[in-house]
T-cell receptor, first 113, second 113 residues
Framework: DAKTTQPTSMDCAEGRAANLPCNHS???????VYWYRQIHSQGPQYIIH???NNETNEMASLIITEDRKSSTLILPHATLRDTAVYYC??????????????FGTGTRLKVLA | GAGVSQSPSNKVTEKGKDVELRCDPI?????LYWYRQSLGQGLEFLIY????????KSGLPSDRFSAERTGGSVSTLTIQRTQQEDSAVYLC???????????FGQGTRLTVV
């Protein structure tokens, strides 16, 4: 069972920031938050992950709340090519947990011209 | 190669036949994952490998499904006596270590007729 809750769909205007929320209220201390996206008919693409600190890379920023029960993926300047299904996943980081990624239903982001 | 390579990209088989799907992970990656995605559905975990061993094969749907990995590199997913409900895209991913991010291939689209 996926441990995350995401909105089913969102729209964003091209050039604006896309903010995708994710709730993971049952996250454990050793679990990371991962984000992947899947553009139609392609394999999932890794975006970013974090434990408790905010993270930024060339694709996106990840903001994790202090209690770690929710997070937001930010695409700073969305383009039409960012239209995809975005998956938020919590995943164990130690040998006490399984390392499989459990994908939920994700958020279908549509970037509008 | 630069990324995860899967072959064939498309496979059409007759019901009852056996099929083998191949995954070549990124060079040096010790962990390897198999998922499947039915049309319009989310990703379903099948199995993952650490080296040549499979700590978690809980997602294999039946004993018709098996997977092996040899030499800590290439993996083969075998489906025996294929059924129409096996039709899906089978995705492979690899990561340098179990606790690092995984990168997906483009999948094998299996159609059982």
């Amino acid at each position: 069972d996926a441990k995350t809750t995401q909105p089913t769909s969102m729209d964003c205007a091209e050039g604006r920031a896309a903010n995708l929320p994710c709730n993971h209220s049952t996250i454990s201390g050793n679990e990371y938050v991962y984000w992947y996206r899947q553009i139609h008919s392609q394999g999932p693409q890794y975006i970013i992950h974090g434990l408790k600190n905010n993270e930024t890379n060339e694709m996106a920023s990840l903001i994790i709340t202090e209690d770690r029960k929710s997070s937001t993926l930010i695409l700073p300047h969305a383009t039409l090519r960012d239209t995809a299904v975005y998956y938020c996943i919590v995943r164990a980081s130690s040998t006490s947990g399984t390392y499989k990624y459990i994908f939920g239903t994700g958020t279908r982001l549509k970037v509008l011209a | 190669g630069a990324g995860v390579s899967q072959s064939p990209s498309n496979k059409v088989t007759e019901k009852g036949k056996d099929v083998e799907l191949r995954c070549d992970p990124i060079s040096g990656h010790t962990a390897l994952y198999w998922y499947r995605q039915s049309l319009g559905q989310g990703l379903e975990f099948l199995i993952y490998f650490q080296g040549n061993s499979a700590p978690d094969k809980s997602g294999l749907p039946s004993d018709r499904f098996s997977a092996e990995r040899t030499g800590g590199s290439v993996s083969t997913l075998t489906i025996q006596r294929t059924q129409q409900e096996d039709s899906a895209v089978y995705l492979c991913a690899s990561s340098q270590h179990l606790n690092t991010e995984a990168f997906f291939g483009q999948g094998t689209r299996l159609t059982v007729v």
